[in-house]
């Protein structure tokens, strides 16, 4: 079956950082952008971060740009997230999605979801 994994998401303290997996299995992740969507109770799912199928490509929502970082490994079927300088507004449950493009992920569409994963920035 086709699935995308979250992992990484933990309680952390502002200021603190965590790096976030999305692994893929029963398909080839390098055939897909892929993109990082947040959702906190009560507010609509939001856009954080998205790659290109290369990776040459990525976009950063202006509430994240300068303190995250995404990546892709393709040999290990992985994409990650690196979340620096966390704020208590990063709160929130983090998926990942895959799409043909960037493009698509820009406007929120995704052809495979995952789970997601928690992140909680609380001291």
């Known amino acids: 079956q086709l699935q995308l994994v979250e992992s990484g998401g933990a309680l952390v303290q502002p200021g603190g950082s965590l790096r976030l997996s999305c692994a893929a299995s029963?398909?080839?992740?390098?055939?897909?952008?892929i993109g990082w969507f947040r959702q906190a109770p009560g507010k609509e799912r939001e856009g954080v971060s998205c790659?290109?199928?290369?990776?040459?490509?990525?976009y950063f929502a202006d509430s994240v740009k300068d303190r995250f970082t995404i990546s892709r490994d393709n040999a290990k079927n992985t994409v990650y997230l690196q979340m620096n300088s966390l704020k208590p507004e990063d709160t929130a449950v983090y998926y990942c999605a895959a799409a043909a493009s960037v493009l698509g992920l820009r406007k929120g569409r995704g052809d495979y979801w995952g789970q997601g994963t928690q992140v909680t920035v609380s001291s």
């Open positions: 790659i290109s199928r290369s990776g040459g490509i990525t």
């Open positions: 029963g398909f080839t992740l390098d055939y897909y952008a």
